[in-house]
């Protein structure tokens, strides 16, 4: 069974930064594409950044240049590098998997920004 879990959020002060990290069970972790999602309270759950197995990376405009995603497949991880956060930032985030067949989602860690 595929699991993923995640690890990192919390409380953190604007302009502060944060490390997330996701680690990925029962897969095969290096052909598949890693994405962070987040869902901010009274919103829909929106791409954050996603990262291919070939290491093609996206982000969504509004983290870019102050997010970074990143894998490591020797330890079926990967990361997301958050920095210069903003009370918007705050949501749950969650670690999502996504194959040719099938889509997983992590439990989701809360991310909370003060101002």
């Known amino acids: 069974q595929v699991q993923l879990v995640e690890s990192g959020g919390g409380l953190v002060r604007a302009g502060g930064s944060r490390s997330l990290s996701c680690a990925a069970s029962?897969?095969?972790?290096?052909?598949?594409?890693m994405g962070w999602y987040r869902q901010a309270p009274g919103k829909q759950r929106e791409l954050v950044a996603r990262?291919?197995?070939?290491?093609?990376?996206m982000y969504s405009a509004s983290v870019k240049g102050r997010f970074t995603i990143y894998r490591d497949n020797a330890k079926s991880t990967v990361y997301l590098q958050m920095n210069r956060l903003k009370p918007e930032d705050t949501a749950v985030y969650y670690c999502?998997?996504?194959?040719?067949?099938?889509?997983?989602w992590g439990q989701g860690t809360p991310v909370t920004v003060s101002s």
């Open positions: 999502n998997v996504l194959s040719p067949w099938n889509q997983y």
């Open positions: 029962g897969m095969s972790f290096s052909i598949n594409s």
């Open positions: 990262i291919t197995s070939g290491g093609s990376i």
